[in-house]
């Protein structure tokens, strides 16, 4: 996902260098291009956004599981450790915490998760979310960490979780680890190509450029 | 004590005996559904939470990952989110009805038309441990399965091989040799009754589409199979539906003649339902038996308007997928037309013979060759059907294959009408 966030920086910025370039030269287009350098910039703009927005959704959507946690305001040694699962599901969740903890709520039921002295462990089945209001004084300062696996896509991954002296609280996910499902489950959903809505947004903001350019012109005269 | 002796031997044999009645059972209970616990045929939520939280306990806290309890888990896991939380109940073509507990990770194939039509329903090859010797012997149409166990034919299988593999399920023909086939079954299954046996001719136009439904449910590809039987019916439906319209005292005199010379086809073989279904008139569809040998004399007494020739087999084995050079082809064509009296045949005079390669004339391919007939036999009827395209449609969207007919392949002769 970061090179293809990096090759469409790269893209636009050697695009703009390559537009200032060839209009050097040539003043009139340079001040053409000067004039509609804001209409140019939020194009180019518009579409960065939303390659980046639809490559995170796509993400997010095909699978592995996100972490969040903060602490909980007016009670001391405790956080609420929220998680996020794919379609991929079901999934299984092993939690290493740096000192004893215990669970004050809990949105799994209880047959879906075991508590075993700093560890641990629960199975996302049918939930998209679940969250644990946890209690572990060792946390500030203290490192959390988590392994996850999906059992459909036999994808596994593992977060960090960390939580400063100041209580300051700080996710890592070094990334997924692909084991390879079984490659003949029946055919799901297929994601929606970002192209078709890169090229509908490029068609409106030329759109709203040429409307704007049309009212300048009419002003002007 | 003395009585307990005296019957020892017999404990003994009670207790031999018990272990091997056991022994079958205790392997037949290999095939209950993974993670159901209490045996309810259906595995809960709370099952699946026991399994994942004992094997996240095991691998993370414990002994270390089970590769047994993972494999349950994942079985587990698909049958939960694939077949809705129970056993998948299929049906073969043979007419059983069988129950998977678990998907199909290791399959044997034994006849090329399931191999083809697996690859039609995008099936991922990687779950296929053993072929048969046909699909072996054509590597140029299955080149992912070069270097992959020989289990041998339905004339000759390698029961050990078959064995030996550890296959969840064994791929055979349904009634093609239909005592052959039971047998093929019964042996497989007296050696391991955990090895689902499953049948399916997939090579006659009158039932190959609802094969392919029945066969895309057994592996999980029902979206595929839909998919695919569209295409095919659609296929089979442009001959059928217009030759429909032609009545029967108009249809074409047809002779049509195998590998062999003078061998043709009757009613009850393969070939005449093809010629019937495009609409021909099989000038021998009477005789007997199915493939009769028939009088040079009756050919001319015949005078067909269409004469057949199909080559890929027997004494003319080329052409097809894995041969570019047609000169052995346009030999076999210029035979028919110097063979006494012919000149006085319509066909020859109107220059309607045809040679066919039994590649597209047989198997799940057999629709491109009726389609070939009928664009032969009633050429304005058919005139906006190219079955080149239609056939490197077939495979290049279905069978994945970037074979190229216009630079590759011996499939009809001459190639316009």
Redesign the interface.
Known sequence: MNCRIRRIIITIIAFRITIRKSFIKTKSILNYYMKFRVIISLILITVLITCVGTTVTAAGENSGVLFSMVSVTGAEGEYILSCESAETRPAGIFATFPGPVSIVSTTLPESQYRLNGNSLACAIIDEETCSFQINCADLQPGTLSILWEEFASGLSGDTEISVSDAGDVAVSSPGDTGMGGNRNSPSVTVQQSPFACIVFTVIVSLAAACVYTGRRRGDSQ | MKIFGRYLSAWLVFFILGIAVAGPVAAADMGDLPLDADGDVLIS??E???A??D???Q???GTGADSILYND??DG??V???WNKTAKTVHDFSGQTVTLTR???RAVVMNAETAETMRSL???N??VVGVGKYILEDPVFFPEYVGMPNVGSIWSPDYEQIISLSPDAVFIYADFMDTKGDEIQETIQSMNPNIHVLRYDLFEPDTYAEEVGLFAEA??????GTDFATFYTRQMGTVTDRVATIPEDERVPVYFENADDYKSCAEGSGYHDKITLAGGKNIFENATPSYPVVNPESVLFGNPTVVLKLQGSGKLDFGGYGDDDSSKTIEVYESLLERPGWNTITAVKDGRVHIIDSDIFGGPKHFIGILYLATWFYPDVFADVNPEEIHQEYLTTYQHSSYDLSSHGIFVYPTTA
């Open positions: 939520s709370d699946m939470a026991v994942i939280l094997y996240l306990e691998k993370y806290a888990l994942t896991v698909y939960y989110t694939c998907p199909i990770h995008g099936y991922d990687s779950a592996i999980d590809r029902e979206e595929e």
